[in-house]
């Protein structure tokens, strides 16, 4: 059976992963609805299913609000909706009329469904995107919308998809919300009878909550069980509404955009959203998260199978007092450890002594680079290390010459003011000018000095988001702004196909498949607290792989929480990601050099498991621990095991870790201590590794199968 199939007789079309489907239909009135999305099913089975029957018949009850593929507004309709539009006229109600529809295949492996509709009066083309891949079982969705007439008309809502899940009593939520510096605390709670919004408002993805959602009907655990769940590409504002009606059903529509947000589309426009794409999985939260790593690794990342380098960050080292001579002593302290791509943080530009002055004015602070940044990084290079550097291309402190240049280029209302936050202002990435500006001296930054690796920061929400001068601003910048950001960045990676990004947003507040799309890496909290960083680590990777997570080794007691907590913890906290290194290593005594230097040369010979292996929780954090992961290379013949426990209570009996999917008939040898175990043990009775007496006891089991 293809990926895609249709049956004309009953009007249905079936989408097929490896190990699930998805149908549907467009019904009498015209909208396209939703039959099933679950297991697999076959063309003929899936012919059996119907949408199920609304509860209440009434004059009040409308539609149901669950169980179309993009509900809109229009017709006695009264849930969220995800298409929203007012045409030139003032009339708002959408009504759908069928087109047509197009499969095909884009690319070997990969197959693509398009239904087309348009408005039965207005001059509006909708059409609902389908992608499927194989070996993965997402599925990407998107809606395009277009603009057939001669008048402008504004999309008030435009979703890319509406997910229905198949009736079921009790379906819960999970989610993370959060904050600077404590990022993805997970949540996991019932669907209350009513419409929940998972939200930002602040134009970035944002620490507060992050575009995705995991539903189960309250029975999966971590290893068994049904959850359907979806993640939205986008890196500025975005909306899910989940809601579960009040005769039962429970459905998600998501997209670009918050509450009040527009997008204005004139005549002959078209609009593309972001893809929503969304996974069903049974095998629990694990297996759902399982299948989000491989696809972002298979469909997401620019640079997949490249393993990434361990870096040192100067940020918590020198803040910004960054001078060419305490980076290259830094430079040179760092390659010792083994580190291999040497990253100059805040700090090295214009008049940027603090954070009051100098965002904007992108040339190496004088004083501090006499002969500008050629030699450190002539240095670094020499030293065998790549070289990086932070930037925060969408931002200008008031103090600085850009903004006395330029200071319309911000943000703004005319009446209004221009508030500050971190001291600084939002630049207008809307305006192709600024957004070109910033492509000009980025490229020619990274091409004068040979730079390898940029941290690209954004370190505030926008507000009085205004783009005075142009009609339709206001409204136009939420998206254009994003839009302009990815064309930057793709200009700057096709200009420069050996550059490397990370991304940030003052830690995880732009972590999301929009920007990993275009980037290698994320810094997924300004918290490098060790104790902390084991939940934030916990949340980000619900959805994202170990391979894009950075983690550093920072200093203690900890520039935030001022816990002390040893450098062997510190360590195997951060090999859970992309190990990293960002403390005043000049502070660190030659022990604890050469137990780093250890520490990462034993990381690098575990990061392919790590980086490009299957995560297993065997333990989560929460409660008196211990907390471990378990990693796993595709071809079973590696595992790592990471073990965190923090203060256990006495008495407590030594963790037995049961580990997962190892090669059942297989035998495994513990490299540290050379004992080889059967899979069948290490899976059926567990394993208890050694761990140190007292707190912050950690461990690094690494196993390797055995021939024969
Ligand atoms: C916020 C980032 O998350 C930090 O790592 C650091 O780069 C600072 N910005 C610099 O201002």
């Known amino acids: 059976m293809s990926a895609i199939s249709f049956d004309p007789a009953r009007g249905v079309w079936l989408l097929s992963t490896a190990r699930t489907s998805y149908a549907l239909r467009v019904d009498e009135t015209g909208a396209p609805c939703h039959l099933g999305w679950g297991p697999r099913l076959t063309l003929a089975a899936a012919g059996e299913l119907r949408t199920p029957p609304a509860g209440e018949s009434s004059s009040f009850a409308g539609r149901p609000a669950a169980g179309e593929e993009l509900p809109v507004d229009g017709g006695a309709r009264y849930g969220a909706p995800s298409l929203r539009v007012r045409f030139a006229d003032g009339t708002r109600a959408f009504e759908w009329q069928q087109v047509g529809h197009r499969t095909w295949e884009p690319a070997p492996g990969t197959a693509e469904l398009a239904l087309e509709f348009r408005d039965r009066h207005y001059p509006l083309d909708v059409t609902l995107h389908y992608r499927v891949h194989t070996g993965t079982d997402v599925i990407e969705r998107w809606t395009v919308l277009r603009n057939t007439g001669r008048e402008p008309l504004t999309v008030l809502r435009a979703d890319s998809a509406a997910w229905t899940l198949p009736p079921r009593d009790g379906y819960r939520l999970s989610h993370v919300t959060g904050q600077w510096s404590a990022e993805g605390l997970l949540h996991r709670e019932p669907v209350p009878g009513a419409e929940t919004v998972l939200t930002s408002r602040r134009g970035i993805t944002s620490h507060h909550a992050n575009p995705w959602v995991m539903l189960d009907a309250g029975d999966a655990t971590e290893d068994r069980g049904e959850v359907w769940s979806a993640a939205l590409a986008w890196s500025g504002s975005w909306q899910i509404t989940v809601q ?87 430079a040179r302290r760092a390659v010792e450890l083994g580190v291999e791509l040497y990253v100059v943080d805040d700090g090295w530009f214009g008049g940027r002594r603090d954070d009051t002055a100098g965002l904007g004015d992108w040339t190496p602070a004088e004083k501090s680079f ?88 954004m370190n505030r929400a926008f507000s009085e988001a205004g783009w005075p001068g142009r009609e339709d601003g206001h409204d136009l910048l939420w998206t254009r702004y994003v839009q302009n950001l990815y064309r930057v960045i793709d200009r700057l990676r096709a200009d420069h196909p050996g550059l490397r990004i990370e991304a940030c947003s003052g830690g995880g507040g732009r972590v999301d498949l929009g920007a990993l799309s275009r980037t290698d890496q994320a810094w997924p909290s300004d918290n490098t607290d060790a104790a902390d960083r084991v939940s934030i680590q916990h949340g980000y990777g619900q959805i994202y792989p170990a391979g894009t997570m950075a983690a550093w080794v920072t200093d203690v007691p900890n520039q935030l929480t001022g816990r002390t907590v ?91 870790l049961r580990l997962a999917a190892l090669a059942p008939e297989a035998r495994y040898r513990d490299t540290r201590t050379g004992e080889v175990h059967h899979a069948s043990v290490l899976m059926g009775y567990g394993i208890s590794p050694e761990l140190p007496i007292g707190d912050w006891a950690s461990a690094a089991v690494h196993l390797v199968r055995v021939e024969g």
């Open 244 to 330: 579960r009606t009040p005769d039962g059903r429970t459905a998600f529509t998501g997209g670009a955009g918050h509450d009040g947000t527009a997008l204005p589309l004139g005549p002959g426009e078209e609009h593309t959203t972001p893809p929503f794409a969304g996974v069903f999985t049974d095998g629990g939260f694990g297996a759902a998260s399982r299948a989000w790593h491989a696809y972002v690794r298979a469909h997401v990342l620019p640079h997949p199978d490249e393993l990434r380098p361990v870096l040192f960050n100067s940020w918590e080292a020198t803040g910004f007092g960054v001078s060419e001579q305490g980076q290259r002593e830094l």
């Open 370 to 457: 006499p002969n500008g940044l050629t030699p450190l990084i002539d240095e670094v290079h020499r030293l065998g290390m790549r070289f990086g550097l932070w930037v925060e291309p969408e931002m200008v402190n008031p103090d600085s010459d850009l903004y006395r240049a330029h200071p319309d280029w911000v943000l703004h209302f005319p009446h209004r003011t221009r508030t500050e936050l971190r001291n600084q202002l939002v630049l207008n990435f809307a305006r192709d000018d600024v957004a070109d500006w910033a492509h000009a001296w980025l490229t020619r930054l990274v091409a004068d000095n040979g730079i390898d690796f940029l941290k690209w920061d």
């Open 566 to 656: 040893p450098l062997r913890y510190r360590f195997h906290v951060a090999m859970a990601g992309v190990l990293a290194i960002g403390g005043d290593l000049a502070r660190w005594t030659p022990e604890e050099l050469a137990e780093a230097a250890e520490l990462v040369s034993e990381y690098k010979k575990v990061r392919h498991i790590v980086q490009h292996g299957a995560l297993h929780r065997l333990r989560g954090p929460g409660d008196d621990g211990p907390t471990a992961v378990q990693y796993l290379t595709g071809d079973s013949q590696e595992a790592l095991v990471l073990v965190w426990q923090r203060a256990p209570r006495h008495g407590t009996p030594r963790p037995v």
